[in-house]
């Protein structure tokens, strides 16, 4: 304890913290350094980090533990020759210097030029697991198992073709599960998951089985495009602005959030040890590799297995090229690899005189976007089609596009022109436009939230006895005029998918123009202190209020005295000399030391203001 405090004490800051990010453990009872060596001593903490030690530095600990002496202390020169005597190949003899290093910056076990110490209870709680949960210390160091390589190796090229066909399906599968939100968000069930009618019209509209709709929805929220707002689903702001991004870059974002998911020593072992890896032979690796990975490993490799082939990196669990890029960190590259064989966007497009909009492959984003304004989506796939409806039309009229926009719009993309029918429809739908308008109603009206008018009688008439709209309870209060009890929006919208001619209005008359796109805004995060610094921060107080090398030497006696360990403490003697003594610390009170002298056999008091220097004591005392 007392030689982890000291390291802990001796090393940057910076480094200190690099290195306590490595391990687990409770930070809140934290108060100096001798609390932290406690913490990250404790079982839990070293089994954390035995965990996710790969299988050679696991036997260079194993081989250090084995050859240290009573006080923990071992050589380079030692640990060369377990290895040796274990058996291990000559990458893992030639590698110890680094495993050490590794070992080191862990805080498993201390370097001090070619001397090595190894913590008393990293080796205890490593010797209780050698030969259980984890390889004894020679199946360790025992030579990778030979890597099966298969003798007809695939196309893969081809791999390629069809891992960018499972990527593009993802990725305008993702767009198309944005674009029913923002039209209509999707209700969550208290128990968990969508509720049956939503998941249902987003699986139709994604063309994905209902079954895979979760995982879809769960890709989406994880990459941030949509987010919960109370009960609802919706499409975050993030997600209009990936909606509006090539296929290219739509693709990095999902395949980024992917990658942020998996354990960084899996993506590191995945990217090593590539060559000759199939889905099923890689989690037999990764548990070689891992020895005592245990939840951690199984639950990385679930996920980066899972989404694999949906995002291209692997076709029937064979991995491809983009996938080791990706968990290289090279996704501009992945991303360059993929778009090669991504159907090419176009932006001009056939409209036709049965009223239908087709293009002839992938349509531009943006141009996507504002076709839907005024069309309905009919068909997905490499040629989209979309349909115009006096209802569409309508409800880019309440958007505020005009019948003259659309028909500008229409010209610059369309390869056919605008055929008379759907000229006449515009042009009719824009005439009949705000026949129907929707205000809020008056405060002497309550309960009545909402006011429906027109100046035709008899189209009020036909709307109070229209069984479509009986959700809206709409209930006549004069011959022009309809109330409801629901918001002017709620309203609005279902006389428009109702297909009236409704515009939405201020209490001055005049027209208010709505868009049903429902995007939820994610709050900016709040600054969050890092724990590991604010920990930092507080030792460093502590030691700032105390830190004189007084106060350090009697929190070492404490420390020493709470563990019943036996020291060398020298101390000054009167005409300027010292003398080591081999002391059992039993209490420090009022700046003085009560210990047991191992050699005399007597009990001693000395003032902690003689005391130059503690050491632990020899081996073997």
């Excluded at 990778?144 to 599968?173: I, K, M």
């Excluded at 993309?413 to 824009?430: D, F, K």
């Excluded at 009206?445 to 959700?471: C, E, F, H, K, Y």
């Excluded at 004189?548 to 036996?566: D, I, Y």
């Amino acid at each position: 304890m007392l030689v982890l405090a000291a390291r802990l004490r001796a090393l940057q800051r910076e480094r200190l913290a690099d290195a306590l990010r490595t391990r687990e453990f409770d930070a809140a009872g934290v108060r100096d350094l001798f609390d932290l060596a406690e913490a990250i001593t404790s079982h839990d903490s070293i089994d954390h980090a035995l965990d996710r030690l790969e299988r050679p530095t696991l036997a260079v600990l194993a081989a250090s533990a084995a050859t240290a002496d009573d006080a923990g202390w071992t050589s380079s020169a030692l640990i060369d020759a377990e290895l040796a005597r274990l058996g291990a190949a000559e990458p893992l003899a030639d590698d110890a210097a680094s495993a050490l290093d590794r070992l080191d910056a862990a805080l498993l076990a201390l370097r001090d030029g070619d001397r090595v110490h190894v913590p008393g209870e990293v080796r205890a709680r490593l010797a209780a697991r050698l030969g259980d949960d984890l390889p004894d210390a020679e199946a360790l160091a025992a030579p990778a198992p030979p890597v099966a390589v298969r003798a007809d190796r695939p196309d893969h090229g081809l791999l390629e073709r069809r891992a960018a066909e499972a990527a593009y399906a993802t990725v305008a599968a993702t767009a198309e599960l944005l674009a029913g939100l923002a039209a209509q968000p999707a209700r969550e069930l208290a128990k968990g998951g969508l509720a049956l009618p939503d998941a249902k019209r987003l699986a139709e509209a994604t063309g994905v089985d209902l079954a895979e709709l979760p995982r879809l929805v769960r890709r989406a929220i994880e990459a941030g495009l949509v987010m919960r707002d109370g009960p609802v689903w919706l499409e975050s702001d993030r997600g209009a602005e990936w909606a509006m991004n090539a296929t290219a870059a739509r693709w990095t974002r999902l395949a980024e959030s992917w990658r942020e998911r998996i354990p960084a020593a899996l993506r590191d072992l995945v990217v090593r040890r590539s060559e000759g890896l199939s889905a099923s032979s890689v989690r037999d690796d990764a548990t070689w590799y891992y020895p005592g990975g245990g939840r951690w490993l199984a639950d990385g490799l679930d996920r980066l297995l899972e989404d694999a082939e949906a995002l291209g990196l692997a076709v029937a669990g064979e991995p491809v090229e983009t996938a080791r890029l990706v968990l290289a960190g090279d996704l501009t590259g992945a991303a360059e690899r993929l778009a090669r064989h991504f159907p090419h966007q176009v932006d001009r497009v056939y409209v036709q005189h049965d009223l239908t909009i087709v293009s002839p492959g992938p349509l531009e984003p943006s141009l996507d976007a504002r076709l839907r304004g005024f069309a309905d989506v009919e068909g997905r796939d490499l040629a989209s089609s979309y349909r115009v409806t006096a209802a569409s039309v309508n409800r880019a009229l309440a958007a505020g596009e005009t019948a003259e926009s659309i028909r500008s719009f229409l010209e610059s993309i369309s390869l056919t022109g605008i055929p008379q029918p759907l000229e006449y429809l515009v042009g009719e739908s824009a005439a009949r436009f705000g026949s129907v308008r929707v205000s809020a109603a008056d405060a002497s009206d309550a309960p009545a939230r909402s006011s429906v008018r027109s100046d035709d009688a008899q189209l009020i008439g036909t709307l109070a006895v229209d069984q479509s709209l009986s959700a809206l309870g709409l209930r006549q209060a004069g011959p022009h005029r309809l109330m409801s009890r629901f918001p002017p929006d709620v309203v609005f919208w279902g006389l428009s998918d109702a297909r009236y001619p409704v515009a939405a209005e201020d209490a001055q008359g005049r027209i208010v123009r709505l868009r049903r796109h429902h995007v939820g805004h994610v709050p900016a995060a709040a600054p969050r202190s890092d724990p590991i610094e604010d920990l930092l921060d507080r030792i460093a107080e502590a030691d700032a209020g105390g830190g004189t090398e007084q106060a350090w030497l009697a929190r070492q006696l404490e420390a020493a005295a709470r563990a019943k360990e036996t020291l060398t403490v020298t101390v000054r003697m009167p005409g300027g000399d010292t003398a080591d003594y081999l002391l059992a610390p039993a209490s420090v009170a009022n700046g003085r030391l009560r210990a047991r002298d191992r050699k005399a056999d007597i009990e001693r008091t000395l003032p902690i203001s003689a005391i130059a220097a503690v050491a632990p004591a020899p081996a073997g005392s």
